[in-house]
C-alpha cells in the first residue's frame, strides 16, 4: 500500500491543497513585507499563541461535525480558569488545580450536552445561552476582577511559557499533540466516523442502532475539555485567572473551523482543514502586525479572508 | 411448497398491534415469509404498511402480537436488534450516510471495529469487494454513496443485508425512483436473493411488478390484514378489490367528448440541453399524453411549456397567442399551468392551511388595497374542495397532514381557480394510492370533458393508454412516436420509446 499515495488523494479529496497554497501564500507575502516575520523565533511564536484558538476550534469543529454548535467554549475558558488557580493558590497543587478545571469543564459540557442532545433544544440556542450565562456568573464571582496565580508553582509555570529544547512553545506542543490524536481518532476510530454519521444524517445513524443522543452529549463534553485544556494554557501565560479571558474566542474558532472547510450542516470536514484555518488566520493577524497594520485593518481582512476562502469552496463545488 | 411449510417459516408475524395517540395504526396483523421467497405487501397509504415494517425493522416498540424468525420469538427495542436477529430493511428513503464510502457504508453498524474500537478500514474494503463480487454488483467499494444513482445505493443497501448475514430482507416501494433497466436488475438481483435462501417482502404500488416477483401476497387496509394469497390465485382486479375495499370497475372512466379548437400549437421546439424539433397541438377537450422512459425529456418539455425554461428555438403559441420563453407569467396570463412531478418541492407550502395553497396563484384577486378579503378567500377555496371531494378536517389543516391524492387536487385547484386552459401534468400519480389514483384519473376526463385541454407526462403505461385520446412518445428528447387511440399499443410505445 503505496502509503504517501493515499494521504495525498485525502489531502486533495478533501480540499486541503487550497488552504496549504493560502497558507504558503500568506506566509510568502508577509515574509516579504517584513524582515522579522520569516524567523524562528516569530514563527514559534505564532505556534504558540494560535495553539489556544487551535485548541477551541478542535472542540468546535468536533460538535459541528457531530451537527451541534458550541459557542460557550469562550467564556468557559475564562469559568474554568477560576477553579484551577483559586484551588492551586489554596493547595498549592498543579494536579488538583487542574482537576478542578477539568470538573467544571465536565460540568458545562454535560450542562450543554443534556440540553442539547437529550432535550433536544436548538444547540445554538442553548450556548447561546450558556455564552451568556456562564460569562455573567464568572463577573458575579469575582466580582470583575482577575485573580493572580500566587503559587508560582514552575510547572505551571512552564506549561504556558516553557519551550521544548528552547525552541518550540510548550502551548504548541501539547496541542499538536492532542489535535493530532483528535484527528487520529475522528478517523480511525469507530466512535470518530459514529460522530460523522450522526452528525451528517442523523435518521441513518438511529437506524444503524447508534445512540445518537449519545454520541452528540459526548461531542459537547469534548469541546467543553478542549476548551478547558485551552484556559489551562492561556491561564499560565496570563498568571492569573482573568473574567475577560476568551471573550469572543468562540466566534474566532468558529472563523478557522468554517475556513478550514467543516460544513455548518454537520458531517462534513476534517480536523486537518481547521489546524489549517487557525494557522492561516494566526499568521494573517500576526503578519499585519508586524507591518505594523492598526488593529482595525486586522479584524478588515480577517472577515474578508474567511469570506473569499468559503466563497472559492463553493465555487468550486458549483462547478464539479 | 409442502417442505417448505413444514419447516418454522423465516419470519412470522402474529396480531402484531400498533397504536399511536388518537389511532390505531395496525390492529391485529398476521403473516409469514418463507425462505427463498418473495412476499408482496400491499395496500393504500395509511393501511399501515410502513408501520409494519417499522417494527420490524425495530424502529418502533409494538403494543401487542409477536415476531418470530426461525420459530424464535424476538423482541426489538432498536434496529441494531433487527438487524441481529437478521432483518434488514430498505427503506425507501435510504438509509446510507451520504458523505462516507460504498464500503464504509455497508460495515456503518459496527465497523469492522478491533480492539479500542479502532477502524479496520482494511478489513472493511477487503469484504465489501468480496460482497459485490458473491452478489455480482459492479460497484466501486472507494465512491462516496453521495456520487451513486440511487439504484445501485440500494444495491449497496442489499450489500449491507449480506454483510449481516441477513436472512429478511423488507424492500419498501424499490422501485420507485428506477428506470425500467434498473428495475430489470433489481428483479435480477431479487432473484438471486432468493436462490440464497433469503426471505424477501416486497412493498410496492406497482400492481405489475407484483405478478412478476411475487410468490405471495399479503394486502393490509386501514391498519387491519385483509388477504394472505400466492400471487397466482390473484388478478389485477381482485388484488385493487382486496387493496381499496370496492371494486375499481372502471379505472379509467371516459366522457364522451369531441375537441374543439386547437389551445395549444407547438412548432420546432428545442432546447439547448436535451429537447429537439418537436412539433405537435393540443386541442379543447384532449387529453394528449407524451411517454419517455427517464431522461427522455417528459419533464423538460412540460417545464419548457409553460415558461418554466429556455427554449432554444422553436415556437410556442397558446390560444393563438406567442408564449415568450422563460417567462412562466404570460404563461399563467395565458392559460398554462404545470402541476409537477415533485409536489412537495415544486408546488406546495406543506406548513401552510388548504387555503392558503389553493389561493397562492389568485392572490390579487382577494385583495383590496393591499388586504386580504379572507371570507371571499375561504369561500372560493370551498367551492373547490367540495367540487373535488378533497378530504380533509378543515380549511385551515396544514396540508403536510392530507394525503398525496388531496395534495394533489389542492394544486390542481390552485390552476383551475387561476383560469386555466391548458393543464401540463407531469406524472400526476406519482407515489399516489390506488383509490386516489382512480379519483385523480375521473378527475382528469371530467376536466377534458369541460374543455381544457390536458398534457400528460407518464412513465405509467397503464394511465398512458388509459387516459390519452393521443399518444407522442418521447426518446432523447426527440418525438420518435405518435399514436391515436386506437392504434396505441403497449408493444408500439414502448418500441418508440427505446428508438
Not at chain 2, 381557480?417 to 400519480?429: N, Q
Request: hydrophobic fraction near 50%.
Amino acid at each position: 500500500m503505496p502509503q504517501s499515495n493515499k494521504a495525498l488523494r485525502i489531502v486533495a479529496a478533501n480540499g486541503e491543497v487550497a488552504l496549504i497554497v493560502t497558507l504558503a501564500v500568506v506566509i510568502a507575502v508577509f515574509s516579504g513585507l517584513s524582515e522579522y516575520f520569516f524567523t524562528l523565533r516569530n514563527l514559534t511564536n505564532v505556534l504558540g499563541q494560535a495553539s489556544i484558538i487551535l485548541l477551541i476550534a478542535t472542540g468546535v469543529a468536533v460538535a459541528l461535525i457531530g451537527g451541534e454548535v458550541d459557542l460557550s467554549v469562550g467564556s468557559t475558558v475564562a469559568a474554568v480558569a477560576i477553579p484551577l488557580i483559586g484551588i492551586m493558590n489554596a493547595t498549592g497543587s498543579l494536579t488538583l488545580g487542574i482537576a478542578g478545571a477539568l470538573a467544571l469543564g465536565l460540568l458545562i459540557g454535560a450542562v450543554n450536552g443534556y440540553l442539547s442532545a437529550y432535550m433536544r433544544i436548538n444547540s445554538l440556542i442553548v450556548t447561546l445561552g450558556t455564552l451568556f450565562l456562564i460569562r455573567g456568573g464568572v463577573y458575579l464571582y469575582t466580582g470583575k476582577r482577575a485573580t493572580a496565580d500566587t503559587a508560582y508553582l514552575d510547572s505551571f509555570f512552564a506549561i504556558g511559557n516553557g519551550r521544548l529544547f528552547g525552541i518550540l512553545p510548550y502551548p504548541a506542543v501539547i496541542a499538536g499533540v492532542v489535535v493530532i490524536a483528535v484527528i487520529w481518532a475522528m478517523r480511525h476510530l469507530r466512535f470518530g466516523r459514529r460522530i460523522y454519521a450522526a452528525g451528517g444524517s442523523a435518521e441513518v445513524a438511529r437506524l444503524a442502532g447508534f445512540d445518537v443522543a449519545r454520541i452528540k452529549f459526548a461531542c459537547f463534553i469534548i469541546s467543553a475539555l478542549m476548551a478547558t485544556l485551552a484556559s489551562i494554557l492561556l491561564a499560565s501565560r496570563l498568571g492569573a485567572a482573568v473574567h475577560t479571558a476568551g471573550d469572543g474566542y468562540e466566534f474566532q474558532a468558529i472563523a478557522a473551523v468554517v475556513l478550514g472547510g467543516v460544513s455548518l450542516a454537520g458531517g462534513v470536514g476534517n480536523i486537518l482543514g481547521v489546524v489549517l484555518g487557525v494557522l492561516i488566520l494566526a499568521f494573517v493577524s500576526n503578519g499585519l502586525g508586524m507591518i505594523n497594520a492598526p488593529t482595525e485593518w486586522q479584524l478588515v481582512i480577517t472577515g474578508l479572508v474567511i469570506i473569499a476562502a468559503v466563497a472559492l469552496d463553493s465555487l468550486k463545488k458549483r462547478w464539479r | 411448497m409442502p417442505d417448505k411449510t413444514k419447516q418454522a417459516p423465516a419470519l412470522r408475524v402474529s396480531g402484531l398491534t400498533k397504536r399511536f395517540p388518537g389511532v390505531l395504526a395496525l390492529d391485529d396483523v398476521s403473516l409469514e415469509v418463507h425462505s427463498g421467497e418473495v412476499l408482496a405487501l400491499l395496500g393504500e397509504n395509511g393501511a399501515g404498511k410502513s408501520t409494519l415494517i417499522k417494527m420490524l425493522a425495530g424502529v418502533y416498540v409494538p403494543d401487542g402480537g409477536t415476531i418470530e424468525t426461525k420459530g424464535q420469538e424476538r423482541h426489538f427495542t432498536s434496529p441494531a436488534d433487527a438487524l441481529a436477529a437478521g432483518i434488514k430493511v430498505v427503506f425507501q428513503e435510504i438509509a446510507l450516510v451520504p458523505e462516507f464510502t460504498v464500503a464504509e457504508n455497508i460495515f456503518l453498524e459496527d465497523h469492522l471495529a478491533g480492539r479500542f474500537g479502532k477502524v479496520g478500514w482494511r478489513e472493511i474494503r477487503r469484504r465489501a469487494a468480496e460482497i459485490f463480487e458473491r452478489a455480482g454488483f459492479d460497484i466501486d467499494p472507494d465512491a462516496k454513496v453521495r456520487d451513486l444513482p440511487i439504484s445501485q445505493q440500494q444495491l449497496v443497501e442489499i450489500s449491507r443485508a449480506l454483510a449481516h448475514e441477513a436472512e429478511i430482507v423488507i424492500m419498501d416501494e424499490p422501485t420507485s425512483s428506477l428506470t425500467p433497466a434498473e428495475v430489470r436488475h433489481l428483479f435480477q438481483v431479487i432473484e438471486r436473493l432468493k436462490s440464497l435462501g433469503i426471505a424477501i417482502i416486497y412493498v410496492s404500488h406497482k400492481l405489475e411488478e407484483i405478478f412478476e416477483i411475487a410468490d405471495h401476497c399479503t394486502v393490509l387496509r386501514d391498519g387491519r390484514w385483509v388477504s394472505s394469497k400466492p400471487t397466482a390465485e390473484h388478478t389485477n382486479a381482485s388484488l385493487v378489490t382486496d387493496m381499496v375495499g370496492r371494486e375499481i370497475t372502471d379505472m379509467f372512466p371516459r366522457t364522451d367528448r369531441t375537441p374543439g379548437e386547437t389551445l395549444v400549437k407547438v412548432e420546432g421546439l428545442s432546447t439547448r440541453r436535451l429537447l429537439k424539433d418537436l412539433s405537435f397541438d393540443v386541442r379543447a377537450g384532449e387529453v394528449v399524453g407524451f411517454f419517455g422512459l427517464m431522461g427522455a425529456g417528459r419533464t423538460e418539455l412540460a417545464k419548457a411549456l409553460v415558461g418554466y425554461d429556455p427554449i432554444s428555438e422553436g415556437t410556442i403559441r397558446i390560444a393563438d397567442k406567442p408564449l415568450s420563453p422563460h417567462d412562466t407569467r404570460t404563461g399563467k396570463a395565458l392559460g398554462i399551468g404545470l402541476l409537477s412531478e415533485d409536489r412537495k418541492e415544486e408546488g406546495l407550502m406543506l406548513d401552510t392551511s388548504v387555503t392558503r395553497n389553493m389561493t397562492l396563484a389568485t392572490l390579487d384577486r382577494f385583495t383590496k388595497a393591499g388586504f386580504v378579503d379572507t371570507a371571499a378567500e375561504t369561500k372560493a377555496a370551498q367551492g373547490y374542495t367540495d367540487r373535488f371531494r378533497i378530504k380533509m378536517a378543515r380549511l385551515d389543516q396544514a396540508i403536510r397532514t392530507l394525503s398525496g391524492g388531496n395534495q394533489q387536487k389542492v394544486l390542481l385547484s390552485r390552476w383551475l381557480m387561476h383560469g386555466l386552459k391548458v393543464i401540463v401534468l407531469d406524472e400526476p400519480t406519482r407515489g399516489i394510492d390506488v383509490g386516489a389514483k382512480a379519483e385523480i384519473f375521473a378527475l382528469i376526463d371530467e376536466l377534458a370533458a369541460e374543455g381544457f385541454a390536458v398534457i400528460l407526462m407518464t412513465s405509467e403505461m397503464p394511465e398512458l393508454l388509459g387516459l390519452s385520446d393521443r399518444i407522442f412518445v418521447l426518446s432523447g428528447g426527440r418525438i420518435t412516436g405518435s399514436f391515436d387511440r386506437a392504434g396505441a399499443t403497449q408493444e408500439g410505445v414502448l418500441d418508440a420509446a427505446i428508438k
